[in-house]
């Protein structure tokens, strides 16, 4: 028995300076994420002012179409379980950037009030109806409304400090609704998480419908 | 620019230098820790190529279009989960390397006074921060751990995407 533990000691050993290079290399990473905050003293960073990180977080968020419908995507991926409860909100963000490259670039996409507000109808609704597509399908129709969502995005230009800051906070916000939504989603194993989750897909078709309605008033 | 600390502040403030060597972490942690070193030294490498007398081919600002071009198909590589041949990693830990440094090249060398101070600040703190990285994905491998990494990655090419375009747009 000796001899077995002595065998285990230096594993064990090894286990420990393990974790302890693990804890101190997650305690240096931790100081070296402080950093960026010495770049608020610099005006031209962006991060503090009008077209950087904090403009980028902001934005996805001013609208609430956009906010209901992104944390759709959350609520259906986590229904939907593995693998669309991260496949969605992956490829929502990324299909979502190839709008905002259209937007940035001019492209023009029609109707992009009237797609907004339909997609939170849609999501919203397949939220409440339990819907179960294949994940093809429900990919392909994330993917439709994330080029309308996109769009917008890039077509108001912010007054820019630095580009990729905005960029970075518009795509971090955005992924922060859906695990919002998937954080949500995620009660839907308990009876009465099932009646919450659905009653939240309900208000979001709903919040769709008001948006789709202000989008007709105003010919779309 | 006036020192080593001026280096490596820039390294931590400026994404377009900490995503790069993020993802890279993120790339080589399928492959086992002791190999981090190798890559760590071959990312020194490509920094060093870049910053001390590399010169940058026709209009600078095309680095940074290459750059996050790069970016994009480094994101995707994280995204795919692919594990790839530990050359073909190290390889892209050199290309890495060089095109962040050649990037960050005019703001690192701009005064000759200060000599290659920051040059030194910004290699060490891309090392730095490098290692730990790369050890820390190595470790969280398992279920959700794995799928953050994909999201995180699948993050960075989205930014990296959308700076291309606003870096179109903003030669035209």
């Known amino acids: ?220 | 620019m006036h020192g080593i600390l001026d280096g490596a502040v820039l390294f931590f403030t400026a994404l377009e230098s900490l995503l790069p060597v993020l993802l890279l972490a993120l790339l080589a942690r399928r492959h086992r820790p002791h190999s981090t070193t190798i890559q760590a030294a071959a990312l020194g490498i490509g920094l060093l190529i870049a910053l001390l007398g590399l010169p940058v081919p026709g209009d600078p600002s095309v680095v940074g279009l290459y750059a996050r071009g790069y970016l994009v198909a480094l994101g995707l590589l994280v995204l795919l989960n692919l594990r790839l041949p530990t050359g073909l990693v190290l390889l892209l830990v050199l290309a890495t390397g060089t095109l962040t440094g050649l990037e960050a090249g005019n703001a690192v060398i701009v005064d000759p006074a200060t000599g290659s101070a920051p040059a030194i600040g910004f290699l060490s703190s891309a090392i730095c921060f490098y290692l730990p990285a790369a050890l820390i994905a190595s470790r969280y491998t398992e279920g959700w751990q794995r799928i953050a990494m994909r999201v995180v990655a699948s993050w960075i090419a989205a930014i990296a995407a959308i700076d291309i375009a606003f870096m179109m747009v903003g030669s035209d």
């Not at chain 1, 695990?179 to 939240?200: D, E, M, N, Q, S």
């Not at chain 1, 789709?212 to 010919?219: E, K, M, S, V």
Request: a neutral charge; one cysteine or more; charged letters at 5%.
């Open chain 1, 1 to 220: 028995m000796i001899s077995a533990l002595s065998r285990k000691a230096p594993q064990r050993i090894s286990t420990d300076a393990a974790g302890s290079v693990s804890r101190l290399a997650i305690s240096v990473l931790a100081l070296c994420a402080l950093l960026p905050g010495l770049a608020l003293g610099h005006v031209e960073s962006g991060i503090a002012g009008d077209g950087g990180f904090i403009s980028g977080l902001v934005h996805p968020v001013t609208g609430l179409d956009h906010v209901v419908a992104m944390v759709a995507v959350g609520l259906w991926g986590a229904i939907l379980g593995a693998p669309a409860i991260w496949f969605l909100p992956i490829a929502f963000p990324l299909i979502m950037t190839v709008g905002a490259v259209l937007g940035i670039l001019d492209v023009p996409v029609p109707a992009i009030d009237l797609g907004i507000a339909a997609s939170a109808i849609v999501l919203g609704g397949m939220v409440t109806a339990n819907a179960r597509p294949p994940l093809a399908i429900a990919f392909l129709l994330i993917a439709f409304f994330a080029i309308y969502h996109g769009h917008p995005h890039g077509a108001v230009l912010p007054d820019f400090g630095v580009p990729i800051l905005y960029a970075a906070g518009f795509v971090v916000a955005t992924g922060l609704l859906h695990v919002t939504g998937i954080a949500f989603g995620l009660l839907y194993r308990w009876p009465a998480g099932k009646t919450a989750v659905r009653a939240l897909g309900a208000g979001i078709a709903v919040v769709g419908g008001y948006f789709l309605l202000l989008a007709i008033g105003r010919g779309l």
